[in-house]
């Protein structure tokens, strides 16, 4: 299998994955670059790893075959200018359910019981002054595309947002169940957190996990809290050696190579369409913000 990179950042890491899944990278250019000579070198599958306001340019630029773009799928941008007569599948990378602890927590959901509500959080102190909106577009819609895949796509209809000087919370649902995302400024932080709570019935199940700059990714083992006043926790942490944030992004990857290479699909796998769904949902809530 043949593949070429399209950006020179965040591609690198697409280039390492592709090549641990066995697929050979003949090619890797900038968002800048010629696209229209990809068409000459018989590929299997691109990936796009430009910033999310470039993805449906440079996606229409590339020859009709399989591609796997960088989240978002568009972000914040202009959500309909993907051109229609394109017919190969287009996936959207969210790690996120490909981590170990995202595994593990997954296959323990029927242990709280019933699922009643779920609050997503990333608390985020890093270099650059983006604002909150393109903030959460960028980081706390990796947990909620788990969660996502999970219990559903949420609905725009109903969303709400409220902003203030430091965070920005979305009031949504999947089918109808509650789900609150929340993306902060924490100041001294330095690093990112996330923390995602499913409060059932009979318990409540907790995934968290962050890095601090210069460091990699650590992430707590799955803990249970049952309503009898009992906790559990699912594992081992899951850190070192190597980065665990890599090593679901490579995961992420070889699913969408096993896909095309005729696997059954991954249900972790993002397709464009549905990618764009939580597009759709922040971009729709921030136009009816509350302050």
């Not at 591609?67 to 202009?78: N, T």
């Not at 296959?107 to 909150?132: C, K, N, W, Y």
């Not at 210069?214 to 799955?222: A, I, K």
């Not at 992004?249 to 059954?264: E, F, H, I, Q, Y």
């Amino acid at each position: 299998m043949r593949a070429a990179v399209v950006g020179t950042n965040w591609g690198r890491v697409h280039k390492s994955a592709l090549e641990l899944a066995g697929v050979e990278v003949v090619a890797m250019l900038g968002r800048d670059d010629d696209l229209a000579s990809l068409s000459e070198l018989e590929l299997d599958l691109v990936t796009v790893a430009t910033p999310p306001q470039t993805h449906a340019a440079v996606i229409n630029a590339l020859p009709d075959v399989a591609v796997l773009c960088e989240k978002p799928a568009v972000g914040l941008s202009d959500l309909d200018t993907l051109d229609s007569s394109r017919n190969a599948p287009i996936w959207v990378n969210y790690a996120f359910g490909f981590l170990e602890v995202a595994g593990r927590a997954g296959r323990a959901l029927p242990g709280i019981g019933t699922i009643e509500r779920v609050d997503i959080r990333s608390d985020v102190d890093l270099p650059g002054e983006l604002p909150l909106p393109a903030l959460a577009a960028e980081v706390v819609t990796h947990p909620w595309s788990w969660v996502t895949s999970l219990l559903g796509s949420p609905s725009p209809q109903e969303a709400r947002c409220v902003v203030d000087d430091v965070s920005l919370t979305l009031h949504t649902a999947s089918d109808a169940l509650p789900v609150t995302v929340t993306c902060r400024r924490a100041a001294g932080r330095r690093g990112l957190t996330h923390a995602v709570t499913f409060s059932g019935s009979q318990g409540r199940l907790t995934v968290t996990g962050g890095f601090a700059l210069g460091s990699e990714w650590v992430f707590e083992p799955p803990l249970i809290e049952s309503t009898d006043g009992s906790t559990q926790r699912l594992g081992q942490v899951e850190a070192g050696p190597g980065d665990p944030w890599f090593r679901a992004n490579a995961r992420s990857v070889a699913a969408v190579v096993s896909a095309l290479r005729g696997a059954p699909g991954d249900d972790m796998l993002f397709g464009w369409s549905v990618a764009l769904q939580l597009d759709r949902t922040l971009q729709r809530a921030l136009a009816r913000v509350q302050t």
